[in-house]
């Protein structure tokens, strides 16, 4: 693909393709699908890659320290998001990530959602595609918090960065449970049948849950 144009974000935002894309198309904000970055001593860069469509692909390359023409690649350290595999701290920062294990859809495949407080970040990885998706953390945190105040009958509203600071509170479970419902509407991957236990009260969310995995099951 070459340069056919620069998208609406900044001066670093562009669009590859193959040949001239339609003028609407440099306005496209697709999902982001990859992440990346390199740094040396005096600048540092990330790599943003968003999800292909109508046949183009829109990068950012955001200079966050330091000068872009002085970065020296041969000596800079580089990082990706994609190669991240479970058990790895985190590719950015090296900090240690938190896994949930999801239920796959595939027989063989095995999910894994990692969630780092280093540089608070989540992506999910698809072990039957061996593929990292990145997870907007915004709308993830808020269905994360949104079930467990449904769950609790609470209506307090926290940040993304409050959540962050409070992770260990949450249950693997509670994680799995916000996943469903975030895959449900924004979807990443194919999720496997999975149940949850209602609480004493027969929440909203518990419901939902089950209704969408016999909704699944029927038209199986």
Not at 28 to 52: K, N, Q, R, W, Y
Not at 162 to 189: C, G, I
Request: hydrophobic share 40%.
């Amino acid at each position: 693909m070459d340069v056919v144009g620069l998208g609406k974000r900044d001066p670093g935002h562009l669009v590859l393709g193959r040949q001239n894309p339609q003028p609407d198309n440099l306005e496209l904000v697709t999902p982001v699908f990859a992440l990346g970055g390199a740094e040396d001593a005096t600048t540092s860069v990330t790599i943003v890659i968003h999800e292909m469509a109508e046949e183009t692909v829109s990068v950012e390359l955001m200079t966050l320290t330091g000068n872009f023409d002085e970065l020296e690649l041969r000596r800079a350290r580089t990082w990706s998001i994609s190669d991240w595999i479970p058990g790895e701290c985190c590719p950015k920062c090296s900090a240690p990530v938190k896994e949930i294990r999801l239920p796959a859809a595939s027989a063989n495949g095995l999910a894994t959602l990692a969630v780092c407080r280093g540089h608070r970040g989540i992506w999910v990885r698809d072990g039957d595609l061996k593929m990292n998706h990145i997870i907007p953390v915004t709308g993830y945190l808020s269905e994360l918090d949104r079930q467990r105040n449904f769950r609790g009958a609470k209506g307090e509203y926290h940040s993304a960065g409050q959540v962050f600071d409070d992770l260990e509170s949450y249950s693997d479970a509670e994680f799995v449970r916000a996943f469903v419902l975030y895959n449900k509407f924004w979807r990443k991957m194919d999720i496997g049948e999975i149940e949850f236990e209602q609480g004493a009260s027969g929440s909203f969310v518990s419901r939902l849950v089950s209704r969408f995995v016999r909704g699944r099951k029927g038209k199986q």
